[in-house]
């Protein structure tokens, strides 16, 4: 089955540095955009990052942008998301999340940013 297992968060000053990690099973990684989303304590899920099959395409809410790099090994099955500047602000549980995948016969892509399966998160705190 699907498994999707986050690592890397902790407990870092503000204006540190994390290296979040997912490694995925169960599913042919290569095959499927792949996205980090994060949830503040009392908030609702917010979409952060979000790389193509190959990795060669990225995209990053406004929050993060300059901030956090989204990066994929497929040889590892591996993502990641370098997280650059720490703010407060950035504290939250992230998670690892495949997006639903279309093979149009020569290409991936995604419609609406649907996810499919979600990791278990990774806590990240920033003390203010």
């Known amino acids: 089955q699907v498994q999707l297992v986050e690592s890397g968060g902790g407990s870092v000053q503000p204006g540190g540095s994390l290296r979040l990690s997912c490694a995925a099973s169960?599913?042919?990684?290569?095959?499927?955009?792949m996205s980090w989303v994060r949830q503040a304590p009392g908030k609702g899920p917010e979409w952060v990052s979000t790389?193509?099959?190959?990795?060669?395409?990225?995209r990053y809410a406004d929050s993060v942008k300059g901030r956090f790099t989204i990066s994929r090994d497929n040889a590892k099955n591996t993502m990641y998301l370098q997280i650059n500047s720490l703010k407060p602000e950035d504290t939250a549980l992230y998670y690892c999340?495949?997006?639903?995948?279309?093979?149009?016969?020569?290409?991936?892509?995604?419609?609406?940013?649907?996810?499919?399966?979600w990791g278990q998160g990774t806590l990240v705190t920033v003390p203010s």
């Open positions: 999340a495949r997006d639903i995948t279309y093979y149009s016969g020569t290409d991936y892509y995604t419609v609406s940013g649907a996810l499919d399966a």
């Open positions: 790389a193509n099959t190959g990795g060669t395409s990225t």
């Open positions: 169960g599913f042919t990684f290569s095959s499927f955009y």
